[in-house]
Structure formats: structure tokens, C-alpha cells
């Protein structure tokens, strides 16, 4: 069975300070995957997604980067925290017909 | 511009009682429809998922309908318990293209 994964679970980070986040895949090969993030009282918000390794589409202009080094690893990256980037950020696999979530990472910017 | 609209954006039930989260969705051409669960400081997990030709689809307790004419699609949760506070978010996902429209989402409590 696909299993999706997450890292690290909540992260406290200064402003200006840099990020980076994990997320991998488990049992499926070239899968699409997703950066997602929901602010509060807010719906999910399509960061990036990938269909292949090294493939990047950006959907929200920001400071926020992604890079994809292996097939089932997607990486998101600020080299400047703002203090607007706090939030959860979910990855996700799959498609048009479906899309699973990893468990998120709970990102608060001071 | 594809919107997904849910109400009651909040609400408040006694367990065992039941309840109907309504989302609204404006997306074409419709793929299908999708009923999440998401509990505080988790991912999304997958409750029901509905393609055109589909007007009703139960998981245990949840029962999702849908009306692809009027564009309406209603969650109902028979019986609540405890367990069913959560965030439930409705996600349609247009043909054709990845990018899936997503519902602010009703957040439920149920309370003893």
C-alpha cells in the first residue's frame, strides 16, 4: 500500500531564518505530487505540484521554492522566512481522480 | 474562476444527533466530487468520492449526496459521535487538469 510521509511534524522558525520541508512517497512509482498550504480559516492553497523528478510547476508567486531530487521526493525551501509563510503545509500524491494527504507540518514563523 | 462554497462554515451538535454539511461548487467541466475529513493538525483523509452519473454514496455514518445539475452536493452525518469533530472539506476536481478546488470546509463539534 502507498504510504506518504512528512517532516518535520511542527517547526518553529525565525523570520528570515531558512526552510525546508520533506515529504516522501511509499509504494507507488512517478507520482504526481503536491505542496499544499492552509492558513487558518482558510482552504488549501495549491502551492507547487510535480509530475516527474525535476519537473516544477509554481501556482503561487512567493518565496517559497520546491525541488523534486527523486521520484518520490518532493522538497520545499525559503531561504528568507516571512512571517506570512506560518501555516500547514500538506504534501499529497495521486491525480485528477484522487489525491492523498501526507499527515502536515505545522510551521510557525516568529 | 472554479469556487467551491460550504456552509454552515461552523457548527455545534449534540452527540448522537445529526447533521448536513451543504457545498456549493461552480467547477466545469465536473470530474468528480470528493468528501474529505481532516482532524486538528492533520492531513485530509478521504471520506467519499462521487463522478457525475453517482447521487448518493455512504461510508459508514456519512452519506454523501450529489446534484450535478444544480451543482449541489450535501454531506450527512447520521448519529454523531465524539470522534466525527472535525474539519469536513469538499474538493471538486475539474476534467481534465490537476488543480482541484477546495472548500473553506465546515468545521463540526459535536459535544456531549
Known amino acids: 500500500s502507498q504510504t506518504i510521509h512528512q517532516w518535520p511534524a511542527t517547526l518553529v522558525q525565525p523570520v528570515g531564518s531558512p526552510l525546508s520541508l520533506e515529504c516522501t512517497v511509499e509504494?507507488?512509482?512517478?507520482?504526481?505530487l503536491y505542496w499544499y498550504r492552509q492558513a487558518a480559516g482558510r482552504g488549501l492553497q495549491l502551492l507547487f505540484y510535480?509530475?516527474?523528478?525535476?519537473?516544477i510547476s509554481s501556482e503561487v508567486p512567493q518565496n517559497l521554492s520546491a525541488s523534486r531530487p527523486q521520484d518520490r521526493q518532493f522538497i520545499l525551501s525559503s531561504k528568507k522566512l516571512l512571517l506570512s509563510d506560518s501555516g500547514f503545509y500538506l504534501c499529497?500524491?495521486?491525480?485528477?481522480?484522487?489525491?492523498?494527504f501526507g499527515p502536515g507540518t505545522r510551521l510557525t514563523v516568529l | 474562476k472554479n469556487q467551491v462554497e460550504q456552509s454552515p462554515q461552523s457548527l455545534i451538535i449534540l452527540e448522537g444527533k445529526n447533521c448536513t454539511l451543504q457545498?456549493?461548487?461552480?467547477?466545469?467541466?465536473?470530474?468528480?466530487l470528493r468528501w474529505y475529513k481532516q482532524d486538528t493538525g492533520r492531513g485530509p483523509v478521504s471520506l467519499t468520492i462521487?463522478?457525475?452519473?453517482?447521487n448518493t454514496k455512504s461510508n459508514g455514518r456519512y452519506t454523501a449526496t450529489l446534484d450535478a445539475d444544480t451543482k449541489q452536493s450535501s454531506l450527512h452525518i447520521t448519529a454523531s459521535q465524539l470522534s466525527d469533530s472535525a474539519s469536513y472539506i469538499c474538493?471538486?476536481?475539474?476534467?481534465?487538469?490537476?488543480?482541484?478546488?477546495f472548500g473553506k470546509g465546515n468545521q463540526v463539534v459535536v459535544i456531549p
Open positions: 499529497a500524491w495521486g491525480g485528477t481522480d484522487t489525491q492523498y
Open positions: 509504494g507507488t512509482s512517478n507520482p504526481n
Open positions: 510535480s509530475v516527474g523528478i525535476g519537473q
Open positions: 457545498c456549493n461548487y461552480t467547477v466545469s467541466p465536473f470530474s468528480n
Open positions: 462521487m463522478t457525475f452519473s453517482e
Open positions: 474538493v471538486v476536481s475539474p476534467y481534465g487538469n490537476n488543480r482541484l478546488a
